[in-house]
């Protein structure tokens, strides 16, 4: 059943189309009560057509008729949006961020007191609606608007609630996450070619075999130890690998790269 609230998105950029898409692939919102704000007038005529959602360039505008307000902007833009509408902001009207790295309390000391303000962090594979979304509510988001807010992320695929404190290691993890393993992807696929398989059928093969070994874990609910050792004969060929594997540092690796991508919010939201 469709919400009757509207839903205005400010910044019209690929993430603010992958939640307005799945809003409406859902049937969770009408068309009619999506609205979206950006000053790039092409970018709004391709949603108008695309959607048949509602587009305009004053972002006061947009706050004006929305019950929802979703902040798709960067980081460095965030504040001089907020800035720039407090003063339309209505009593309850519901704010949800996905600006990396920016705290609730940042956000709340640039809007009206009491404003219910929701921090949200998702991942590209929204885009084809399995994504993962974190969220963490502000001290004013009351049960209702946060079961909202969660409705809304669902349906681009996962959402949690996490604390605060504990966003950065989202962002580090399902937040840039995706960039690993698109490079493992590559990588795989590149040394299934220089074994000697064609590229194409290499790319496939790599594709599946990474869907595949998500999905086992996640519908067998065993940990990944153990589903790994399962394809660990002794002395066959997958200890082989996992042992060159180990030689090259590929678990710290990416640990590391989980801390770094982590840290680098946190200096996102000093910045």
Known sequence: MSIKKNIGFIGAGAMAEALIKSLLGRQFADASNIWASDVNCERGRYLTETYGINYVQDNLELVDNAAVVIHAVKPFVLGHVLAGIASKVSAGQLHVSIAAGISLEFMEGLLPSGTPVVRVMPNTPCLIGEGATAYTPGSSVNTEQEELVK?????????????????????????????????????????????????????????????????????????????????????????????????????????????????????????
């Open 151 to 271: 409705d809304i992320l669902e349906c681009t695929g996962l959402a949690v609630r996490v604390p605060e404190n504990l966003m950065n290691a989202v962002t580090g993890l399902s937040g840039s996450g995706p960039a690993y393993v698109f490079l493992v992807i590559e990588a795989l696929v590149d040394g299934a070619v220089r074994a000697g398989l064609s590229r194409d059928v290499a790319a496939s093969l790599a594709v599946q075999t990474l869907i595949g070994a998500a999905k086992m874990v996640r519908d067998t609910g065993r940990h990944p130890a153990v589903l790994k050792d399962m394809v660990t004969t002794p002395g066959g060929t997958t200890i082989a690998g996992l042992h060159v594997l180990e030689k090259s540092g590929v678990r710290a690796a990416l640990m590391d790269a989980v801390m770094a991508a982590a840290e680098r919010a946190g200096e996102l939201g000093k910045d």
